[in-house]
């Protein structure tokens, strides 16, 4: 006598493998958000040739700090440095701020760098800054999020990510 055992379809196995899977808090990359579409109706939006004069609290634009945030998959780095000379005032990462091995590459470790960096900031006079985003990974927004919660003024966001336009050569492909 011979039994059978029902074979399962690929959407089961699907379900049950969604199922088990365990997933570790705060390690899933950003998620999308809305633009209020108001904002693009307003007129002094996009920058003009008027811009490096235009004043911010009595600073103008072009002597603004600028905030570089440095992002790679495991690690998110804040800078302030000085507009005019590029000397760093204030630097904050993930590992400093006690994240250890993958939780410094996670948006929440992000935001919550952020938040003790702006306060550092703003402790220190810094309270316009621009915005340089730099790398790809989950704390980018994240970042933006946390200096703006704990009370910066953002003026602008610039994304200065390399893009390489001549990648290196791919691997040979594998024989079979």
Request: positive net charge; proline residues 6%.
């Amino acid at each position: 006598m011979q039994t059978t055992i029902p074979s399962k379809s690929k959407d089961d196995r699907r379900i049950i493998q969604v199922a088990n899977t365990r997933r570790d808090q705060g390690t899933d990359g950003e998620g999308t958000f809305n633009i209020d579409a108001s904002i693009f109706e307003q007129k002094d939006v996009f920058p003009t040739e008027k811009m490096p004069n235009m004043l911010f609290n009595g600073i103008p634009f072009s002597k603004v700090p600028i905030c570089n945030v440095r992002v790679s998959k495991n690690n998110t780095i804040l800078t302030i440095t000085d507009a005019v000379s590029g000397e760093v005032r204030l630097i904050r990462s993930c590992g400093i701020e006690g994240f250890k091995n993958t939780r410094k590459g996670t948006n929440v470790a992000a935001q919550a760098t952020a938040q003790t960096f702006a306060a550092a900031a703003i402790n220190k006079g810094y309270t316009n800054i621009r915005v340089r985003v730099r790398g790809l990974g989950p704390g980018r927004m994240s970042a933006i999020k946390g200096l703006q919660m704990a009370g910066m003024n953002i003026i602008s966001v610039t994304d200065s990510t390399p893009v390489s336009w001549n990648p290196p050569r791919p691997r040979k492909a594998r024989r079979l």
